[in-house]
């Protein structure tokens, strides 16, 4: 069992910056791929990011470029450092957690945090 607890959201104008972070609990969390899903107002949950165990990332186009998705297993922790924010990246984004080896596939992540929202003002 893996919980997730995401922290660092706000309220940011455009062209902001903003960290997420993501605190895993258990003791197998680098053996996990991790991802960052968000969810904006009347849309369906989308994929932002995802890092392997071994370090192996993938991006969103939409993220690209402007977004970075590190982790540090010694801290049980993965980041999203959000640079250049736009009002369109407004949503309550969520940490996940996979078994699989590397995925941007929803359906294949176990355990998801409770989400943080991230507001950016035109």
């Known amino acids: 069992q893996v919980q997730l607890v995401e922290s660092g959201g706000g309220l940011v104008q455009a062209r902001d910056s903003l960290r997420l972070s993501c605190a895993a609990s258990?003791?197998?969390?680098?053996?996990?791929?991790m991802g960052w899903f968000r969810q904006a107002p009347g849309k369906e949950r989308e994929f932002v990011a995802a890092?392997?165990?071994?370090?192996?990332?993938y991006y969103a186009d939409s993220v690209k470029g402007r977004f970075t998705i590190s982790r540090d297993n010694a801290k049980n922790t993965v980041y999203l450092q959000m640079n250049s924010l736009k009002p369109e990246d407004t949503a309550v984004y969520y940490c996940?957690?996979?078994?699989?080896?590397?995925?941007?596939?929803?359906?294949?992540?176990?355990?998801w945090g409770q989400g943080t929202q991230v507001t950016v003002s035109s």
């Open positions: 258990g003791r197998t969390f680098s053996s996990y791929a």
């Open positions: 890092i392997s165990w071994s370090g192996s990332i």
């Open positions: 996940a957690a996979s078994k699989t080896t590397m995925t941007s596939r929803q359906e294949r992540f176990d355990y």
